[in-house]
C-alpha cells in the first residue's frame, strides 16, 4: 500500500496541502502588566484591541508592560526614568 | 312710473340736491303707484309661489325675505313755493266699500272651492278669480274671519278622515295603505289650498306670529286628529315595526311605503317619540336574542360574516327609509347586542382557530368589526398577543425535550414570524398596536426558554453561512440574515449567541468552510448595529488576524522558496490572537518528523519577525488535503489534521490496534475514537475495522481499506470537525456563565463603590437595571457572598439586611 504523503513525486500539483492553525502569546513574565493591571493578552486601558495595535516592551530589568503604558509613565518622571517595578533605570531592550 | 316722469321737471333741482334721499322718492312713487302695484304684485308672488310649492312637503315656513308685506306710508309732498305749476293728487272723497253681503258670497265661493278640493272634484271657479277674492277679502281687513273659517272647514274634513282608521278588522298593510293615501291626498290638497290662500300666508299669518301656516295648520289637523287619536297613531308604528321586523326575516316588501310613512312621521314631528324609541327596543331585543342564539349555532367566521350583513342591510334601511338622524342609535345598538356584547366569547372561540389556519379574509373582517366598537380592538390585540405567546412557547419550551424539534425551532419561529407579519399587514392593516403586541409576545416567548433559543439561532445562522449550502441566492441568504436578526432583537441573553456565534465563526475560518466572505461581513456588520462595536469587536478581530495570516504566509513562502525544507507538503498557517478567538485547551500530539520540521522552520521564522512572542500549534484545528493511492486510482481527501496522523501511520504497516495508534498519534481518547469511526464507520471507509461495529472499542484492529472506491475524485471526510461535540456545547455555555459571573461582580462593585451603602433589595434591583442578560435573584445572592467572602464589601453590623463598601 502506498500513501501519496510519502511519494516523493515533487509535481506541485501533488503536494499535499497542510492548514495548521497556532495561536501567539506574549512572552511576559508575569500575566498582568504592572502599571495598569490588565493582562497582557488583552490591551492597556487606553486600546480596545489586543495585538499588535498595542505590543509589550522589554526594559533591560527583564520587566514588561504595554508600550503605551511604560511611555505614559516614563513621560510622568521628572528627573530619573525608572522601571516602576525594580527601580532600576529604564533601558529599552533591544 | 309715468307720474315720476311727470315730476322730473319740476323736481329738476331738487333731484340734485336730495340725490342722497332717494329712498324717500321711491316712497312718494310707492304711494302713488300702490293699487297698480297691488295687482303687480300679485303676479309676482304667483312665480314665488311656485317655488315655494316645491318645498311644500317641508312646510317650511316663508321665507323672510318675502316681499308680502306693504307699507302704507303717508304721502310726502315736495311742494315749495315756487313758479313752477303745481300736481296735487287728492285723496278719494268718498271712500270706496265693498257690498254689504261681500263677505257672505265670497267665503261661499271659496268654500266651494276647498270643499271640492276636499272631495277631490273640480273647481268651478277659476283659480284665479279665487286668488283675487282672497287678496280682496284681507284687503278689506276680514283675514282673521277668513283664516278661522278656512282652519274650521278643513278641521271638519280631517275630522272626517278618521272613521276609517278606527275599524277593527283590516290587517296592518291595508291599514298602512289606507294611512299612507289618506297622508298623501291630505298633502295634496293642502298645497292646493295654500296656493289659493296664499295671500292670507302671506300677509294675515306672516304679521302674526302666534298664528300657524296654512300648511303647518294642515299638519297640525291631521296631527291632533288622525295620527294623534292614539289607536292610530299605535296601529301605525305597530304596522311600521311588523313590516321591518319582516324585511329583516329576509322577506321582500314595500320600502316606498314604509319611507313615506315614516316621512309623515318626521313631517308631523312625532317620528322621535312616537317610533324611533319603540323602533329602537324592537331592535334591541331582536339583535340581543339573535347575537345569544347565532352565536352558540355557528361558528365564528359564520357569525362574524352574518353581523357584517346585519350592518349592512341596517345602513341600507337608513338610506331608504329610516330617518337620519336614527343613523347614529341604531348601528350603535347592532354594534352593541351582536359585538360588543360577545366580544370575549368571539375572541375566545374563534380567533386562535382563525389564526393557526390563516383565514386572511376572516381575520380582516375581525378586525374590521372589531374596530367599530369600543374595547374591540384592544381587545383583539390581547388576545392576539395571547396566541402568539402560547404557540410561540409550544415551539420554543420542548416539553418532551426532542432533539429533532430542537434542531427546527428556529426555522419554526421564522415561518410563525413571517405568517404572523403577513396577517399583521393585511389584516390588521398594519397597526402599530399589533406591531408593539407581536414584538412584545415574541420577546416574552423566545425568553421563555433561557439561552438554549440564542444557542440555536447562532447555530441555524452557522448552518446557512456554511460552505456547500448552495440551496439560497446571495439576495435570499441576505433576507434571511435580516430576519433572523429580527428573532436576534429579542433575546435577552445574547452573549449566549454570541459564543455560540464565535465558535462557530472560527470553525469556518479556520476550516475555510465559510460560504461568501461578503455573507460574513454582512453578518458581521448588522450584529455590529443592533448591538454596537463593542459586541463585535472580537469577531473583527478574527477576521483581521485571517487577513495577516494570508500576508505571513506570503512572507514566508518567499523566504522558504530557496531552502528545500519539504518537498511534498505545502503548509499555510493561521496564525490566531488568543483574546479574540474561543479558548482551546492546547493538545499535545506526534507528528511525523518532517511535519515537526516544517512547523519549526516556520515557528523559527515566525519569531524572527515577531519577538517576544510564543507559538503554541492547535492540532486540533488543523486540516489538510492528502493524495492517496488506491489500487482504484489516485484521490484527494480532505482530512482533518488527527486523520491525517491515523492514515499516514498506515504507510508503516497494515494493520494496527487502537492502543497502537494511540501510542503512536498521542491524541486523546475520546477524541481518537471519534476520528477513528469517522474513517472507519462513515459513509467513506478509508479504514477497515475488524471486528465492524459503530463503536470504537480498544481491542479492535484497522486495516488500510486499498479497495477503496468512491465516484467523486475529491473526498471531504472532515465533517467531523465542524460538528459540535457535547465537550464543546458544555464549555461554550459554561463559559458565558462564568463571563456573567464576573460582570455581577463588577456590577455589584461598581454600584456599591458609588452608593457606599445600600440594601439588599435596592442593590438587587439596581443589578437588574444594569445587567443585560437573565439571573436568578439566588445566583446574585451567591455572588455578593463571594465578594463579601472576597473582603470587597461586608454586612452592615446594625442592619444585617444592608451592605457597606470595603474600600
Redesign the interface.
Known amino acids: 500500500?502506498?500513501?501519496?504523503?510519502?511519494?516523493?513525486?515533487?509535481n506541485e500539483v501533488?503536494?499535499?496541502?497542510?492548514?495548521?492553525?497556532?495561536?501567539?502569546?506574549?512572552?511576559a513574565n508575569d500575566d498582568n502588566c504592572g502599571i495598569c493591571r490588565m493582562a497582557f493578552?488583552?490591551?492597556c486601558p487606553e486600546c480596545?484591541?489586543?495585538?499588535?495595535d498595542c505590543?509589550?516592551v522589554?526594559g533591560e530589568c527583564s520587566h514588561?508592560f504595554h508600550i503605551h503604558c511604560i511611555v505614559k509613565w516614563l513621560n510622568s518622571q521628572q528627573v530619573h526614568q525608572l522601571c516602576p517595578m525594580c527601580r532600576q533605570d529604564w533601558k529599552f531592550k533591544e | 312710473m309715468p307720474l315720476s316722469n311727470a315730476n322730473k321737471p319740476v323736481l329738476h333741482e331738487q333731484q340734485r340736491k336730495d340725490e342722497e334721499k332717494l329712498p324717500k322718492k321711491r316712497k312718494l312713487t310707492d304711494t302713488v303707484s300702490s293699487v297698480n302695484k297691488r295687482i303687480k304684485s300679485g303676479t309676482e308672488e304667483s312665480t314665488a309661489m311656485t317655488e315655494s310649492q316645491k318645498r311644500a312637503n317641508f312646510s317650511a315656513l316663508p321665507s323672510p325675505g318675502s316681499n308680502g308685506v306693504h307699507r302704507h306710508s303717508s304721502p310726502l309732498s315736495n311742494n315749495k313755493p315756487g313758479t313752477t305749476k303745481k300736481l296735487v293728487i287728492k285723496n278719494l272723497k268718498e271712500k270706496p266699500k265693498v257690498p254689504e253681503n261681500y263677505q257672505q258670497e265670497t267665503w261661499g265661493k271659496l268654500q266651494e272651492a276647498v270643499d271640492a278640493i276636499h272631495t277631490s272634484h273640480a273647481i268651478k271657479s277659476s283659480l284665479e278669480e279665487l286668488y283675487q277674492a282672497v287678496g280682496n277679502m284681507c284687503s278689506y281687513k276680514m283675514s282673521s274671519t277668513l283664516y278661522e273659517q278656512l282652519k274650521q272647514t278643513c278641521e271638519n274634513h280631517v275630522k272626517s278622515n278618521i272613521e276609517q282608521f278606527l275599524a277593527d278588522n283590516i290587517g296592518y298593510e291595508e291599514f298602512l295603505k289606507k294611512i299612507d293615501t289618506c297622508w298623501q291626498s291630505h298633502c295634496r290638497q293642502m298645497i292646493m289650498i295654500r296656493s289659493i290662500f296664499l295671500f292670507l300666508d302671506r300677509t294675515y299669518v306672516l304679521q302674526n306670529s302666534a298664528i300657524l301656516s296654512i300648511w303647518d295648520m294642515g299638519l297640525d289637523l291631521f296631527r291632533t286628529h288622525i295620527v294623534g287619536h292614539h289607536i292610530v297613531q299605535n296601529r301605525t308604528v305597530d304596522g311600521l315595526l311588523q313590516l321591518i321586523d319582516r324585511e329583516r326575516t329576509g322577506e321582500a316588501v314595500d320600502r316606498s311605503r314604509l319611507k313615506s310613512l315614516l316621512r309623515m312621521l318626521s313631517d308631523l314631528q312625532i317620528y322621535q317619540e312616537a317610533f324611533e324609541k319603540k323602533f329602537l327596543e324592537a331592535t334591541d331585543s331582536l339583535y340581543r336574542s339573535e347575537g345569544q342564539r347565532l352565536m352558540e349555532e355557528r361558528d365564528v367566521p359564520e357569525y362574524l360574516l352574518h353581523v357584517e350583513m346585519r350592518l349592512e342591510e341596517e345602513n341600507e334601511r337608513l338610506l331608504h327609509y329610516l330617518d337620519q338622524s336614527t343613523k347614529k342609535l341604531l348601528v350603535n345598538l347592532v354594534e352593541k347586542q351582536l359585538l360588543e356584547q360577545h366580544i370575549s366569547q368571539i375572541l375566545l372561540k374563534g380567533l386562535d382557530q382563525l389564526l393557526s389556519e390563516n383565514r386572511t379574509t376572516d381575520l380582516c373582517r375581525m378586525y374590521t368589526l372589531f374596530s367599530r366598537v369600543k374595547n374591540g380592538q384592544k381587545e383583539l390585540c390581547a388576545s392576539f398577543a395571547t396566541y402568539i405567546k402560547g404557540t410561540g412557547r409550544i415551539i420554543v419550551l420542548n416539553v418532551n425535550n426532542d432533539p429533532d424539534k430542537d434542531k427546527d425551532m428556529v426555522q419554526a419561529i421564522l415561518e410563525f414570524k413571517d405568517k404572523i407579519d403577513n396577517i399583521i399587514s393585511t389584516c390588521f392593516g398594519k397597526n402599530e398596536q399589533f406591531v408593539n403586541a407581536m414584538r412584545e409576545s415574541f420577546e416574552n416567548f423566545i425568553n421563555a426558554r433561557q439561552n438554549k433559543p440564542a444557542e440555536y439561532i447562532a447555530k441555524y445562522v452557522d448552518s446557512k453561512l456554511r460552505a456547500g449550502n448552495k440551496e439560497a441566492t446571495e439576495e435570499e441568504l441576505e433576507r434571511l440574515l435580516d430576519k433572523i436578526m429580527v428573532l436576534f432583537r429579542f433575546i435577552h441573553g445574547k452573549d449566549v449567541f454570541e459564543a455560540f456565534y464565535k465558535k462557530d465563526l472560527a470553525k469556518r475560518l479556520l476550516v475555510g468552510k465559510s460560504a461568501s466572505v461578503d455573507a460574513e461581513k454582512s453578518m458581521l456588520s448588522k450584529l455590529k448595529q443592533e448591538c454596537g462595536s463593542g459586541f463585535t469587536v472580537k469577531l473583527e478581530g478574527m477576521f483581521k488576524d485571517m487577513e495577516l495570516s494570508k500576508d505571513i504566509m506570503l512572507a514566508f513562502k518567499q523566504s522558504v522558496q530557496n531552502e528545500k525544507t519539504s518537498k511534498n507538503i505545502e503548509l499555510t498557517v493561521n496564525i490566531l490572537t488568543m483574546g479574540y478567538w474561543p479558548t482551546y485547551t492546547p493538545m499535545e500530539v506526534h507528528l511525523p518528523g518532517e511535519m515537526v520540521k516544517l512547523q519549526e522552520v516556520f515557528k523559527k521564522f515566525y519569531l524572527g519577525k515577531h519577538s517576544g512572542r510564543k507559538l503554541q500549534w492547535q492540532p486540533t484545528l488543523g486540516h489538510c488535503v492528502l493524495k492517496a493511492d488506491f489500487s482504484g486510482g489516485m484521490k484527494e481527501l480532505q482530512v482533518s489534521l488527527f486523520q491525517t496522523l491515523c492514515l499516514l501511520l498506515f504507510n508503516e504497516g497494515d494493520v494496527f490496534s487502537f492502543e497502537e495508534i494511540k501510542q503512536a498519534t498521542a491524541i486523546e481518547d475520546s477524541e481518537l475514537r471519534r476520528t477513528l469511526q469517522s474513517l472507519a464507520c462513515g459513509k467513506a471507509r478509508l479504514l477497515l475495522k475488524a471486528p465492524k461495529g459503530k463503536d470504537v472499542e480498544n481491542e479492535d484492529k484497522f486495516k488500510f481499506n486499498d479497495d477503496f472506491k468512491h465516484k467523486l475524485y475529491r473526498i471531504k471526510i472532515n465533517q467531523i470537525q465542524m460538528k459540535e461535540t457535547q465537550e464543546e456545547n458544555v464549555s461554550t455555555t459554561e463559559r458565558v456563565f462564568q463571563d456573567r459571573q464576573y460582570q455581577v461582580d463588577a456590577a455589584i462593585v461598581r454600584i456599591m463603590k458609588t452608593r457606599k451603602t445600600l440594601t439588599h433589595n435596592l442593590l438587587i434591583s439596581e443589578l437588574y437595571n444594569q445587567l443585560k442578560f437573565p439571573v436568578k435573584p439566588a445566583d446574585l445572592k451567591k455572588r455578593i457572598e463571594s465578594l463579601i467572602d472576597r473582603d470587597y464589601m461586608e454586612r452592615d453590623k446594625d442592619n444585617p439586611n444592608s451592605y457597606n463598601y470595603v474600600a
Do not use: H, Q, S, Y
Request: proline share 8%.
Open positions: 500500500m502506498k500513501m501519496a504523503v510519502i511519494d516523493p513525486a515533487e501533488n503536494k499535499n496541502i497542510w492548514i495548521a492553525v497556532g495561536t501567539w502569546r506574549w512572552v493578552d488583552g490591551c480596545k484591541l489586543p495585538g499588535d505590543p509589550l522589554w514588561c
